[in-house]
């Protein structure tokens, strides 16, 4: 059910239609998630101002959008997930990865319905909202094509009366083209029951029979979130103590022994930082990074009671630190 809270907005005008997803999905996601409802918006902000941001219907909207977003960091500005971009990234991943790993699991079981249409549909819509924090992996970018490839290839299908193959096809493979049909989802009335995910463990209905097929054992890539500053290791003082020169012009002779100069000695410059190490094994920047990933992860799940996913996480960030090889 849509929250009251999307009629403060004005319509979309023509030139935003490709806005109306993202903005749908916000309006799902008021009451059982602001965090997503407020990033979504900033895409479609974000994006609207690229398409328009100069005839009166556009900047009304825009406008109205951006005093939304204001007014809604001032109210969560204990919230990490709002005013840092890398946990939020981190959230988003989280929350757009569960949605797709319901729908994918659905869909390998053999059960097609509009539930699996829709959650496909917008997690492909949640991997566009991640572009907000830099470039998409290659990973994640295939999931995202993957996804609005599916919604389109399931919904065809019950439209037209045929079963659809669970799992990928080899047709998938560089087919860009049809990954949204043309089709407008998120103004379909799909009938909509959230996934079980970090914040409902809810099975949804299903509104038809599973038909019986062998479905494939493909894995799809995995899809861990980025984006993150590389790990920095620490600087190498350089200032070295300078040495007096044995040119330096004799001192007036006193009452007290005279002492030889220091003899000077070849300055070296102290080796470079090795890998970090860990039992024995040694670790790459990039591998700390994705262990601190992995940690950041485990305590977004925590915040919404989640231990299993945190569990696995922990387990993952454990086994990459002790022997050097990312579980993922």
């Known amino acids: 059910m849509i929250s009251d809270m999307a009629d403060q907005f004005p319509p979309c005008p023509p030139q935003f239609k490709s806005l109306q997803h993202y903005l749908k999905i916000a309006a799902e996601h008021d009451q059982r998630d ?14 609207g101002l690229k398409i328009d941001k100069k005839s009166p219907d556009a900047l009304k ?9 204001e007014q809604k960091k001032k109210d969560m500005a ?16 989280n929350h757009a990865l569960k949605i797709f790993d319901w729908a994918d699991g659905q869909d390998r079981a053999g059960i097609f319905n509009k539930n699996v249409v829709k959650s496909f549909y917008t997690a492909g819509m949640l991997f566009d909202v991640m572009e907000t924090y830099g470039e998409l992996t290659e990973s994640i970018s295939q999931s995202r094509k993957y996804a609005k490839w599916k919604a389109s290839y399931i919904h065809n299908c019950l439209k037209n009366g045929e079963t659809p193959i669970p799992g ?8 860009e083209e049809g990954a949204s049909g043309g089709e407008d989802y998120s103004a379909q009335p799909m009938g909509f029951v959230k996934p079980p995910s970090l914040y409902t463990p809810e099975q949804p209905t299903n509104n038809f029979d599973p038909p019986s097929a062998n479905f494939s054992n493909f894995d799809l890539p995995s899809v861990p979130p980025s984006g993150m500053n590389p790990y920095d290791l620490p600087s190498v003082p350089m200032n070295l103590p300078s040495v007096p020169s044995s040119d330096a012009p004799n001192e007036p002779s006193s009452s007290y ?3 030889p100069p220091p003899q ?9 930082a090795a890998p970090v190490t860990s039992g024995g094994v040694r670790l790459t920047p990039d591998q700390v990074t994705k262990a601190q990933k992995y940690c950041k992860w485990a305590s977004s799940a925590l915040n919404y009671d989640d231990i299993s996913t945190a ?5 993952k960030g454990l086994t990459l630190l002790q022997t050097g090889q990312d579980p993922s």
């Open 311 to 315: 569990i696995l996480n922990l387990q």
């Open 264 to 272: 000077q000695t070849p300055v070296t410059a102290p080796p470079a």
């Open 78 to 93: 204990d919230n990490e997930s709002i005013t840092n971009d890398v946990a939020a990234q981190a959230y988003m991943e």
């Open 61 to 69: 909207l825009l406008i109205s959008l951006m005093d939304w977003l």
């Open 34 to 47: 602001p965090v997503v409802s407020y990033w979504c918006r900033l895409y479609a902000m974000q994006t």
């Open 257 to 259: 022994p005279s002492v």
């Open 168 to 175: 990928p096809q080899g047709e998938f493979e560089g087919e």
